[in-house]
């Protein structure tokens, strides 16, 4: 990625991302026009609960006040790599600076009653300062935490008696309450897709909020689109607002519903706007230029290189006598792909940086002798069969000890899950925060679960994009973010909505 060259534009259409997570919508809406200088949106106020979270996002929002002012000095890449400590970092004067800036509009809350006035405060100030008028459009993006909406939150408190009183399933509330208190242009709201069958005490989840996003009060009114389908709102169906990632250009089958509102008296100077479909960009595509890495074995008294070889050799000698050890042609990215699949060359456009020297994030995890021999067997096992094998394919000597085991209720047989080279990922998730049988990586001579930073291609964001917090907060943020790709092309759809320009004409209204 290039760093902007300074040159005069006109002033951006606000943004106030809530439960902003590590930014994900952010960065979409943030680096659209950005290149030439000239912004459309600009981020004046980010709103998020976790601490790692909140610093990833000051961190980045300094990034791209650095980037606005012409070079992206080098203290901010050797802080990322590790070459320099956060206090020698913050010493570089831009730097300095550029985080003061930063900090004023990232603000650590948790949303709710008690926060509304200071939240309600912050907003009107961040909007009076950014907007050349009272009336001029400005856009709220974000999603409320989806624990409660999401089929395996929902599973895992079948039997929870409270679960019906979560404050989770009502969080969408406050994103409603902002809408009503303060009118955006334009809002998109993002959540799981299984807040379509979701329910409250027999209430459906999805119908109540879309109808409340609707008609937040009698004066206030909102057409929610399709970023998908092309028909008129009345004509939507529920499915219809969910985005199946994968056939836009984003290397992983994260399915999603993002709601397009317009406000009423928008709506007639707006036209609607969906994405277009391209060719798929595969794991392949997004991690297989990464360096390799072996897994590390768990405790790490027992870790070495001669111990994972040993590993390695056992995990070979379950295979059928007459295999032998798989060898790799071809598990590098190749660059022909650039030249056949556009979706491609701009998915590699969007995460490259040149000054980025080596992969940041990219150590691999420790796990069980046992896992590690399961991970090598089952990602051997994949590029068989082309796809990710099951249980069942496990050599007995490798299944889990559980007492469900061969039977028909049998828990595992999902359990472990390669990612498969020639093909867009499963979902990343924030469960990958917690061990990495989802995640193998689809290289057998590897034997592990996928790295913070492989997670993050997946994901799309930028090689220069950092997380803060242990591996595990990393992981959990890369998890619970919106696609920055997908946000950028999202934002993309909201200027054709608008019938904004890209260059400085039409900008303001």
Known sequence: MKDAKPTPSVTPIPVIDLFAGPGGLNEGFSSLGEGDNAPIFRTVGSFEMEGNAVSTLTLRSAFRILKRAGRVPQAYYDYISGRTTRAVFEQDEAVSQAMSEARKHVHKVELGQ?????????????????????????????GPPCQAYSLAGRSRRTNDDQFAFDHKHFLYEEYLHIIERFKPAVFVMENVKGLLSSTNNGVGMFGQILHDLRHPNPELNYEIRSLVVDEQAHELQPRDFVIPAEKYGIPQKRHRIILLGIRSDVVERTDRAVLTETSPVTVRDAIADLPRRRSHISPSKLDGDEAWLTLRKEAIALRPESLSETVLEDITFSADALEVNTAVKTYREWVEDSRVTEPLQHKSRSHMSSDIKRYG?????????????????????????????????????????????????????????????YYIHPDETQMRSLTVREAARLQTFPDNYFFEGSRTMQFHQVGNAVPPLLARLIAEKVVETLRLSTNESGRER
């Open 114 to 142: 008690k926060t509304r006035g200071e939240v309600d405060a912050t907003i009107a100030e961040a909007l009076g300062a950014a907007r050349a008028h009272e009336d001029a459009d400005w856009v709220l993006i974000g």
């Open 377 to 437: 067997h089952l990602a051997w096992k994949a590029l068989e069969l082309g796809k990710s094998p099951k249980f069942t394919h496990l050599p007995e000597s490798l299944e889990p000890n559980h007492k469900n085991i061969g039977k028909d209720n049998t828990p595992f047989m999902d359990r472990f899950r390669v990612q498969v080279w020639d093909s867009p990922s499963t979902t990343i998730v924030s469960h990958i925060s917690k061990d990495g049988h």
